[in-house]
């Protein structure tokens, strides 16, 4: 007999605050970064500068060389790795982030996190915790690209 949807496990859910214990380090998946994604963040965005939208400038005048991608869509794409991975059902909030970025990311590029809790404390609501994480965005070449130190409100299993 086949099983009622809210009756099988849901698979894929996010890591509750239990579990973001200080010194815990995992990693993402990796996501190559495209051409595609380039041209539609900076078209949804706004961000219309040349760097971004002009091949023959990055070719011809540009100090950097190749299809750049903006350090914002970098911390995006950072971001939906760990929304995919450890946040679903469990996170509350994004409360605030120091972000750094550090090398240039092009298209072609792929990109996973690799996450550090660096601090977790209840919260005086019962059901939520504070957990802060350093964030290493590390491109192909075990090379750190963008650093963010993330401040997030978390779901608490044990109603603490």
Same mark, same amino acid.
């Given at each position: ?28 998946? @990796? +996501?190559?970064?495209?051409? *595609?994604?380039?041209?539609? $963040?900076?078209?949804?965005?706004? %961000?219309?500068? !040349? ?14 060389? @190749? +299809?750049?991608?903006?350090? *914002?869509?970098?911390?995006? $794409?950072?971001?939906?790795?760990? %929304?995919?991975? !450890? ?74």
């Amino acid at each position: 007999m086949a099983a009622t949807s809210n009756e099988l496990p849901i698979v894929g859910l996010g890591i509750p605050f239990e579990e973001w214990t200080i010194g815990r380090r995992f990693r993402t998946v @990796g +996501r190559t970064v495209t051409e *595609a994604d380039i041209t539609n $963040f900076v078209c949804v965005t706004g %961000m219309l500068e !040349v760097l971004f939208t002009n091949i023959d400038y990055l070719e011809k005048e540009s100090l950097i060389k @190749g +299809r750049l991608a903006p350090g *914002a869509l970098v911390y995006s $794409f950072a971001e939906g790795l760990l %929304m995919q991975s !450890v946040m679903q059902h469990t996170g509350l909030a994004f409360l605030g982030m120091e972000l750094k970025v550090i090398k240039p990311v092009f298209a072609g590029d792929t990109i996973h996190v690799q996450c550090e809790v660096t601090e977790a404390r209840s919260t005086s609501k019962p059901g939520r915790g504070i957990v802060t994480a350093l964030n290493n965005v590390v491109n192909q070449h075990d090379d750190i690209v963008l650093a963010y130190t993330a401040t997030r409100m978390v779901k608490r299993f044990d109603n603490k």
